[in-house]
């Protein structure tokens, strides 16, 4: 038993880091917080470019953000909220719904879209005079010596929005000023168009709406870049933030546009990576990012350059809840003695140490090392002292709560996840290979996908759920309920560098995680 007690109220931390009081005091700096924060572009940081932080619900991706725009390397941030600008604009201007049901592809005009929200936010903390001034500022680039870059084409661009190229009034200039060259050009209401174009209507405004953007967009923001990046970029004076934090709610898991409006979103922030001064950082789950490789979207080997891949392992864990542990004790007693994790949960649950017991019940993420520590705490009343029981009861409701967390992180991309997770609870041993596995249990397992009730027997949904073993085993690795079992103490799970199974490893050992094991 812990020596410890603790009021039933006891905490280690909230599990958002909106909330979370712990953060600051308790953060943990990653290698991925030291070179974010390293604006050094020289030989020495090879990692300078890198700003699209991947990451599993719960691995710190907002608390990363966070702590990073509130260091001492960061001069200045602001934020794009990408709900409430692009996508907001394209999910409801009628104009664009309509070439999107003619099945034009948008993909270069969403890219358009971006870069001008990330010009307006980079111009606005570069140039920290008045917008008129800038203005002029520009227009008086065209008169002067040869430039490396066009100043009369940069500011034709601002001039053409200049009467709202700063607030979110852009996107609708920038859209009907389309509308209206190309209805203009095709001499033809694009709107009025019922129904689905014919092929040679659609080609037609295909080729219209590409060269629209080409020239009369992409064109002009890449010769404003070039100007910005000689005139503006002063990298030993400023170090500028612009984060974008909310490319996993739910209000992008419905549209059926998500992955070309994030894909244009990746497409445009590279166009601004030699600005030294700025990063822009984009923090994206990894089923989100995953679903926009499998849609042939992008190559993912294109990005490795790009992408902090955010992982934990358990010496990190167990330093982050050391950290909070310690924070807490000092707090509730007033005390200066340094308290690990493994001085509270000094004892032994099912005969393993408590300690370990649950860092390997965790998906090694700190929101569920914070979770799963909150739940023991709970059921304290300052008098009982920790013991076995509160941890396997504790147990008990962190599985729930997980369990909720994994159908939620991947219904999106797998739409009977839930049906999936439930039929792991056939495989009746912890550690096996696939051919070991009776047919029978294979069988029991497949069965239950097939006979689970359906409320609409015409749901092409519910006739494609998986019906084959091997495809059952990809998933279950994938979203991290089994791992490859490589020796006594390494077994190894999904992660962004080796996202699923390929066909080499099917005749391995695995091993289902110890909280998902139920026997």
């Known amino acids: 038993m812990s020596k410890f007690k603790f009021r039933k109220n006891a905490e280690i931390g909230k599990l958002e880091a909106e909330t979370d009081s712990f ?38 991706k907002t608390a990363l953000l966070k702590q990073i725009v509130s260091s001492d390397q960061v001069k200045v941030h602001d934020t ?64 002067t010596e040869k430039k490396p870059y066009k100043p009369e084409v940069a500011n034709e661009y601002l001039e053409m929005y200049k009467g ?5 009034n852009a996107f609708l200039e920038i859209t009907e000023r389309m509308q209206d060259q190309l209805s203009g050009e095709m001499n033809i209401g694009l709107i009025k168009i019922g129904g689905l174009a014919n092929d040679d209507t659609t080609i037609k405004i295909q080729t219209a709406t590409s060269s629209y953007v080409s020239k009369e967009l992409l064109r002009k923001q890449k010769e404003l870049i070039k100007l910005i990046k000689c005139e503006f970029s002063n990298e030993k004076q400023v170090r500028i933030v612009i984060s974008i934090d909310d490319l996993d709610k739910s209000w992008l898991s419905t549209s059926a546009i998500r992955y070309d409006f994030i894909n ?37 080997e ?13 010496i990190e864990i167990r330093s982050i809840l050391d950290n909070r542990i310690n924070h807490l004790v000092q707090n509730q007693y007033q005390s200066t003695k340094v308290v690990k994790f493994s001085d509270v949960f000094n004892f032994k649950v099912l005969g393993e140490p408590a300690d370990e017991y649950i860092i390997s019940r965790t998906m090694l993420r700190p929101r ?82 097939i006979n689970r009730p359906n409320d609409q027997p015409n749901d092409e949904e519910h006739n494609n759920r998986i019906l084959d073993f091997d495809q059952l085993m990809k998933v279950w690795f994938t979203v991290g309920v089994i791992g490859i079992k490589k020796s006594s103490t390494l077994t190894i799970y999904s992660s962004f560098e080796k996202p699923e199974l390929d066909i080499t490893d099917l005749t391995k050992s695995f091993e289902v995680h110890p909280l998902f094991f139920r026997h």
């Open 23 to 60: 953060l600051k005091a308790c953060f943990y700096k990653s290698d991925v917080f030291k070179g974010i924060v390293d604006f050094d572009s020289s030989e020495k940081n090879p990692d300078f470019t890198r700003r699209i932080i991947v990451g599993r619900t719960g691995s710190g």
């Open 264 to 300: 244009a979103l990746l497409e445009a922030f590279k166009e601004l990576l030699d600005i030294k001064s700025v990063k822009i950082l984009i923090s994206i789950r990894t089923d989100i990012i995953m679903g926009i490789y499998k849609n042939s979207l992008r190559q993912d």
């Open 302 to 314: 294109k990005d490795q350059s790009l992408i902090y891949a955010i992982s934990w392992n358990k």
């Open 164 to 168: 709202n190229f700063f607030n979110d």
């Open 368 to 449: 569920d090392a914070i979770n799963f520590v909150n739940l023991c705490l709970a059921e304290c009343d300052g008098k009982v002292d920790l013991n076995e029981d509160i941890v396997l009861e504790a147990e008990e409701k962190f599985y729930s709560v997980r369990k909720v967390a994994l159908v939620k992180e991947w219904k999106s991309i797998y739409s009977h996840i839930a049906d999936y997770l439930d039929a792991l609870s056939f495989l009746k041993e912890k550690f096996f290979k696939i051919s070991d596995v009776p047919e029978q249990i294979k069988d029991r397992a497949l069965n239950y996908l």
């Open 80 to 143: 794009i909220e990408a709900e409430n600008t692009v996508f907001e604009h394209i999910n409801n201007n009628i104009f664009i719904s309509d070439l999107i049901n003619k099945g034009i592809d948008l993909r270069v005009f969403y890219k358009s879209l971006w870069l001008h929200v990330l010009l307006a936010k980079v111009i606005n903390q570069l140039y920290r005079s008045s917008y008129d001034s800038f203005f002029e500022y520009i227009k008086s680039l065209i008169k």
